[in-house]
């Protein structure tokens, strides 16, 4: 069961300048899984990434990746992982190829081959020997996975891997993350605030709010409790009146009525509205939002978003 | 270590501090030779002659002079009076205290560049060789590697003392090679005496004795390199401590420029000798010049030298060790 | 290509270090354990001297420096000014002038090495001495003493005839000039006690002077004799430009160049 675990989180605290930013964080993420991290800003996300891969230390607890303290096996642990912190910041005066050069000769065994690899694996070859100064952001994004990929980690811990790119930047990203997970067997841990994504990228996500962990769970699990149906329908008064018989009702402002997502019950809703001469005009899944998922999971307590 | 260790040699020469100092270097050396070319070409016209031995006498009658005016401070009257004793001997033993000549040249240039020129060119290496990787955020890949954080920095310190060991030496054939178009490449073995002592404003000559010149500037060149070590380390060290380079760098600008001044006027504080940047005249002790607090001498500067330069490569690593990294 | 310029750089600059290491620790172990040898004489050849060039050295105190002149020039620069017109030839000039300077201590600085070689080569020689030794800085002028006075004057004239005799020695042929003291104080001297010490002083000068061949006396006591005022410096006791200026034209016109004269 051991070696199944890449990644140990053992209640970690983090107090800086008297002020506990992370209270008391457990996790484990699993080979093979790509894991979520979501929250929304000033969450401690990046706190708490900081301090997976050494750059801080833990007030308390205990953090492994793949079973070696990193406290007490820094070299054994960080040579099991990769990772990108916050922005990928690489040494703009030299060029990509160097860039990789650099980090490699701080790894055990690396070699022009595996950078040979790597760059073919992020699709950087044409540049690879350009100074990273030119390098748009999306290529600065790929090359920070290059060598985070160097050392064949078996954990790739990425803090908003898709931050500031653009809507084909992202799907990429995304396709690639799920390649290294499902073909690689690799653990990646993302962190995101935003919720789509961590739905379509996930297997397992970790819900954070002002330093705790709220949530851990299935994607499905966690995501589908909140998930509704929102309806376009006319006339509206008898399409509320036919759902209301049926199940609870909301209404939005821009004239959607919204009830809640059962795959067993959702077609005979929809066929009752149609018995009754109800025009269905459009209907959809809605995912839920952040705050709505906040709200609930707290009871709708005062953990919103700050 | 030695694959840390070009790593860090790969980033300074792509970030061209080296070529930037160099430049530097040959520029001020350009300007001191068309100087010292032009004051001795006037000195040729005043005097009428190129005899160096009337230059000499000259110049100590021209200090004589200085000295009579009876407004003047203690210690400078001090200082004066050993210079005239001091020519007055190379006078009388007839050797040239400067014998014109790249070699002269160049040992003159070092010995007053060692104090504040080239702990300055040190400090542009020194100053960001960490904060830099603070400041760029790549200080996050850095100690995200399996290796250790004090052998990082270990590599970024020995770095910095081959740069300097660069630097020094390239200040020195810079000013050789540049100055010798107009003094001429030579030099080398002209007679230089040292072992002057002074004590209280006198001119101890029981210990002299003469050397070449390039002994000489070997031993100088030596000394100045201490000095850049020591300059170089805090420097560093405030790189560790202080995220951006130009606060550090305006830290130990302060310092060095506030140790110039302070060696004119601290002679009545006598605690002012354990400051780092009044021990840095290091290559007047071997040509002579009193110190600018009596009773230091060359082994209690280099040796307080030693303990700021052992202060701040102990503060460098624990901090560098222990610290948070955001 | 460019490792292999990161891994020459690196290699050659550790040898530098290596180097500066060993300079550093020979450098502090020979300042403490170096052998003190001594300074051998190196011997001085003269200064060789073109035949065409004309040398003037002077010798002495605060006149010969020029105190006093706004321009700088002093009595010896005129002086030389107007040998280059005369001549119509550059002139080379060694002023050896110290301000405050005492006969005693001329009497010592023509025993150095360098003054006596710059002495050998001398054409002429301008000397302004004594003016220390008598007035004192105005002590003298204070309390008047015919004793203390004649004590100086004695001491004086001994270390004046040293001085004389060293410059002989060294240079027998050059023409020496020799200027005598004026009395800056006249104007206090209501009795003319004062003037009487300084006439006697130059007189005694003079004779000391007289038994020395190509020795001139030139005296300045008359120049500021009148009009004391208009011909000090606002020290009252040094010339002004005026002054020095009353004092060049004195003595240009006797110095003569007996090689230029051969032609
Ligand atoms: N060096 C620091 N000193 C004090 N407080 C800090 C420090 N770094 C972070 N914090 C605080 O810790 C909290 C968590 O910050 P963190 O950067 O981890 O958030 P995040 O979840 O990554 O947010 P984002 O989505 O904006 O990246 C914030 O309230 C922040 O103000
Ligand atoms: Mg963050």
């Given at each position: 069961m051991?070696?199944?675990?890449t990644?140990?989180?053992?209640?970690v605290?983090?107090?800086i300048?008297?002020?506990?930013?992370?209270?008391?964080?457990n996790f484990?993420?699993?080979?093979?899984?790509?894991?979520?991290?979501?929250?929304?800003?000033?969450?401690?996300?990046?706190?708490?990434?900081?301090?997976?891969?050494g750059?801080?230390?833990?007030?308390?607890?205990?953090?492994r990746?793949?079973?070696y303290?990193?406290?007490?096996?820094?070299?054994?642990?960080?040579?099991?992982?990769?990772?990108?912190?916050e922005?990928?910041?690489?040494?703009?005066?030299?060029s990509?190829?160097?860039?990789?050069?650099?980090?490699?000769?701080?790894?055990?065994n690396?070699?022009?081959?595996?950078?040979?690899?790597v760059?073919?694996?992020?699709?950087?070859?044409?540049?690879?020997?350009?100074?990273?100064?030119?390098?748009?952001?999306?290529?600065?994004?790929?090359?920070?996975?290059?060598?985070?990929?160097?050392?064949?980690?078996?954990?790739?811990?990425l803090?908003?891997?898709?931050?500031?790119?653009?809507?084909?930047?992202?799907?990429e990203?995304?396709q690639?993350?799920?390649?290294?997970?499902?073909?690689?067997?690799?653990?990646?841990?993302?962190?995101?605030?935003?919720?789509?994504?961590?739905?379509l990228?996930?297997?397992?996500?970790?819900i954070?709010?002002?330093?705790?962990?709220?949530?851990?769970?299935?994607?499905?699990?966690?995501?589908s409790?909140?998930?509704?149906?929102?309806?376009?329908?006319?006339?509206?008064?008898?399409?509320?009146?036919?759902l209301?018989?049926?199940?609870?009702?909301?209404?939005t402002?821009?004239?959607?009525?919204?009830?809640?997502?059962?795959e067993?019950?959702?077609?005979k809703?929809?066929k009752?509205?149609?018995?009754?001469?109800?025009?269905?005009?459009?209907?959809?899944?809605?995912?839920?939002?952040?705050?709505?998922?906040f709200?609930?999971?707290?009871d709708?307590?005062?953990?919103?978003?700050? | 270590?030695s694959?840390?260790i070009q790593?860090?040699?790969m980033?300074?020469l792509?970030?061209?501090?080296?070529?930037?100092?160099?430049?530097?270097?040959?520029v001020?050396?350009?300007?001191?030779?068309?100087?010292?070319y032009?004051?001795?070409e006037?000195q040729?016209?005043?005097?009428g002659t190129?005899?160096?031995?009337t230059?000499?006498?000259?110049?100590?009658?021209?200090?004589?002079?200085?000295?009579?005016?009876?407004?003047?401070?203690?210690?400078?009257?001090?200082?004066?009076?050993v210079?005239?004793?001091?020519?007055?001997?190379?006078?009388?033993?007839?050797?040239?205290?400067s014998?014109?000549?790249?070699?002269?040249?160049?040992?003159?240039?070092?010995?007053?560049?060692s104090?504040?020129?080239?702990?300055l060119?040190?400090?542009i290496?020194?100053?960001?060789?960490?904060?830099?990787?603070?400041?760029?955020?790549?200080?996050k890949?850095?100690?995200?590697?399996?290796?250790l954080?004090?052998k990082?920095?270990?590599?970024?310190?020995i770095?910095l003392?081959?740069?300097?060991?660069?630097?020094?030496?390239?200040?020195?054939?810079?000013?050789y090679?540049?100055?010798?178009?107009?003094?001429?490449?030579?030099?080398?073995?002209a007679?230089?005496i040292?072992?002057?002592?002074?004590?209280?404003g006198?001119?101890?000559?029981?210990?002299?004795?003469?050397?070449?010149?390039?002994?000489?500037?070997?031993?100088?060149?030596?000394?100045?390199?201490?000095?850049?070590?020591v300059?170089?380390?805090?420097?560093f060290?405030?790189?560790v401590?202080?995220?951006?380079?130009?606060?550090?760098?305006g830290?130990?600008?302060?310092?060095l420029i506030?140790?110039?001044?302070?060696?004119?006027?601290?002679?009545?504080?006598?605690?002012?000798?354990y400051?780092?940047?009044?021990?840095?005249?290091?290559?007047?002790?071997?040509?002579?010049?009193?110190?600018?607090?009596?009773?230091?001498?060359?082994?209690?500067?280099?040796?307080i030298?030693?303990?700021?330069?052992?202060?701040?490569?102990?503060?460098s690593?624990?901090?560098?060790i222990?610290?948070?990294?955001? | 290509?460019?490792?292999?310029?990161?891994?020459?750089?690196t290699?050659f600059?550790?040898?530098?270090?290596?180097?500066?290491?060993?300079?550093?620790?020979?450098?502090?172990?020979?300042?403490?354990?170096?052998?003190?040898?001594?300074?051998e004489?190196?011997?001085?050849?003269?200064?060789?001297?073109?035949?065409?060039?004309?040398?003037v050295?002077?010798?002495?105190?605060?006149?010969?420096?020029?105190?006093?002149?706004?321009?700088?020039?002093?009595?010896v620069?005129?002086?030389?000014?107007e040998?280059e017109?005369?001549?119509?030839?550059?002139i080379?000039?060694?002023?050896?002038?110290?301000?405050?300077l005492?006969?005693?201590q001329?009497?010592?600085?023509?025993?150095?090495?360098?003054?006596?070689?710059?002495?050998?080569?001398?054409d002429?020689?301008?000397?302004?001495?004594?003016?220390?030794d008598?007035f004192?800085?105005?002590?003298?002028?204070?309390?008047?003493?015919?004793?203390?006075?004649s004590?100086?004057?004695?001491n004086?004239?001994?270390?004046?005839?040293?001085?004389?005799?060293?410059?002989?020695q060294?240079?027998?042929?050059?023409?020496?000039?020799?200027l005598?003291?004026?009395?800056p104080?006249?104007e206090?001297?209501?009795?003319?006690?004062l003037?009487?010490?300084?006439?006697?002083?130059?007189?005694?000068?003079?004779?000391?002077?007289?038994?020395?061949?190509?020795?001139?006396?030139v005296?300045?006591?008359?120049?500021?004799?009148?009009?004391?005022?208009?011909?000090?410096?606002?020290?009252?006791?040094?010339?002004?430009s005026?002054?020095?200026?009353l004092?060049?034209?004195?003595?240009?016109?006797?110095?003569?160049?007996?090689?230029?004269?051969?032609?």
């Amino acid at each position: 069961m051991m070696s199944n675990v890449t990644l140990e989180v053992n209640s970690v605290r983090k107090t800086i300048r008297k002020r506990e930013i992370i209270k008391d964080i457990n996790f484990t993420v699993r080979k093979g899984e790509v894991f979520g991290f979501l929250g929304p800003n000033g969450a401690g996300k990046t706190t708490t990434i900081r301090m997976l891969v050494g750059l801080i230390k833990p007030t308390a607890g205990s953090i492994r990746i793949c079973g070696y303290d990193v406290k007490k096996d820094y070299k054994k642990a960080m040579q099991h992982l990769g990772c990108i912190v916050e922005n990928p910041e690489l040494y703009p005066f030299l060029s990509g190829w160097n860039n990789l050069l650099h980090f490699a000769r701080m790894l055990p065994n690396v070699g022009e081959e595996r950078m040979m690899e790597v760059v073919k694996l992020v699709g950087l070859e044409q540049r690879i020997h350009d100074t990273v100064k030119t390098y748009s952001l999306g290529m600065r994004q790929r090359l920070g996975i290059a060598q985070a990929m160097l050392n064949r980690p078996k954990l790739l811990i990425l803090d908003e891997p898709t931050n500031g790119l653009d809507p084909a930047g992202i799907r990429e990203m995304r396709q690639f993350i799920r390649m290294l997970a499902e073909e690689e067997g690799m653990s990646v841990l993302v962190s995101s605030h935003l919720l789509s994504e961590i739905q379509l990228l996930c297997d397992r996500v970790a819900i954070i709010t002002k330093g705790e962990i709220v949530k851990v769970g299935t994607v499905s699990d966690l995501l589908s409790v909140q998930e509704r149906m929102s309806w376009r329908v006319e006339p509206i008064e008898l399409g509320k009146e036919v759902l209301r018989s049926l199940t609870e009702v909301m209404e939005t402002e821009d004239g959607y009525v919204l009830t809640s997502f059962d795959e067993e019950e959702t077609p005979k809703w929809n066929k009752a509205l149609v018995k009754h001469g109800v025009k269905i005009l459009e209907m959809n899944r809605r995912l839920p939002t952040l705050e709505d998922l906040f709200l609930e999971l707290t009871d709708g307590g005062g953990a919103g978003i700050e | 270590m030695s694959n840390l260790i070009q790593n860090e040699m790969m980033k300074l020469l792509a970030k061209k501090r080296l070529l930037i100092i160099g430049v530097i270097v040959a520029v001020l050396i350009i300007l001191f030779t068309y100087a010292q070319y032009k004051q001795a070409e006037e000195q040729r016209e005043k005097l009428g002659t190129d005899d160096w031995r009337t230059a000499v006498q000259q110049q100590i009658i021209d200090i004589q002079n200085r000295l009579s005016s009876s407004r003047m401070l203690d210690e400078w009257r001090e200082q004066l009076q050993v210079t005239v004793k001091q020519q007055q001997y190379y006078l009388d033993h007839n050797i040239n205290p400067s014998e014109p000549g790249a070699a002269t040249f160049t040992r003159m240039f070092i010995e007053n560049a060692s104090s504040l020129f080239i702990p300055l060119l040190v400090m542009i290496v020194a100053s960001d060789l960490v904060s830099s990787e603070s400041s760029q955020g790549t200080i996050k890949l850095l100690l995200t590697r399996p290796v250790l954080r004090w052998k990082i920095l270990m590599s970024k310190y020995i770095t910095l003392l081959l740069s300097i060991s660069i630097i020094v030496a390239m200040t020195g054939v810079l000013a050789y090679a540049l100055s010798g178009v107009v003094f001429g490449y030579h030099g080398w073995n002209a007679p230089i005496i040292t072992g002057f002592t002074v004590e209280a404003g006198n001119v101890d000559t029981s210990g002299v004795r003469l050397i070449s010149q390039w002994q000489l500037l070997l031993m100088d060149f030596g000394l100045v390199w201490y000095i850049a070590v020591v300059v170089g380390t805090l420097a560093f060290m405030l790189s560790v401590l202080i995220r951006s380079t130009p606060a550090g760098m305006g830290i130990m600008l302060a310092a060095l420029i506030s140790g110039a001044i302070l060696n004119n006027m601290v002679s009545s504080w006598e605690s002012a000798k354990y400051f780092f940047m009044v021990n840095l005249q290091l290559t007047n002790y071997l040509s002579g010049v009193a110190p600018p607090i009596e009773g230091m001498t060359l082994l209690s500067s280099v040796l307080i030298l030693f303990v700021w330069w052992l202060a701040a490569l102990i503060v460098s690593f624990i901090v560098f060790i222990r610290k948070d990294v955001y | 290509m460019s490792r292999w310029r990161v891994r020459i750089v690196t290699v050659f600059s550790a040898l530098l270090g290596l180097l500066w290491i060993g300079c550093l620790s020979w450098a502090i172990v020979d300042y403490y354990h170096g052998e003190a040898s001594g300074v051998e004489d190196l011997s001085a050849q003269p200064i060789e001297k073109r035949p065409d060039e004309f040398i003037v050295v002077a010798l002495g105190d605060s006149l010969t420096r020029g105190t006093g002149d706004e321009t700088g020039k002093g009595y010896v620069g005129t002086v030389t000014e107007e040998l280059e017109k005369k001549f119509d030839h550059p002139i080379t000039v060694q002023n050896l002038g110290i301000k405050g300077l005492v006969s005693a201590q001329l009497a010592e600085q023509v025993q150095e090495r360098e003054v006596k070689r710059q002495l050998q080569r001398a054409d002429a020689i301008l000397v302004t001495i004594g003016g220390n030794d008598l007035f004192q800085k105005g002590e003298t002028l204070l309390n008047l003493d015919s004793t203390k006075v004649s004590k100086l004057q004695k001491n004086y004239l001994v270390h004046l005839d040293a001085i004389l005799s060293t410059i002989r020695q060294n240079n027998s042929s050059a023409q020496l000039f020799m200027l005598g003291l004026y009395n800056p104080f006249i104007e206090l001297d209501e009795n003319g006690e004062l003037n009487a010490i300084v006439r006697q002083w130059n007189n005694e000068t003079a004779e000391v002077l007289a038994k020395y061949e190509d020795m001139v006396f030139v005296p300045t006591f008359d120049l500021f004799q009148l009009s004391v005022n208009e011909y000090l410096y606002s020290d009252k006791f040094h010339p002004n430009s005026a002054g020095y200026r009353l004092m060049a034209e004195r003595i240009a016109p006797l110095i003569e160049w007996e090689a230029k004269d051969d032609e």
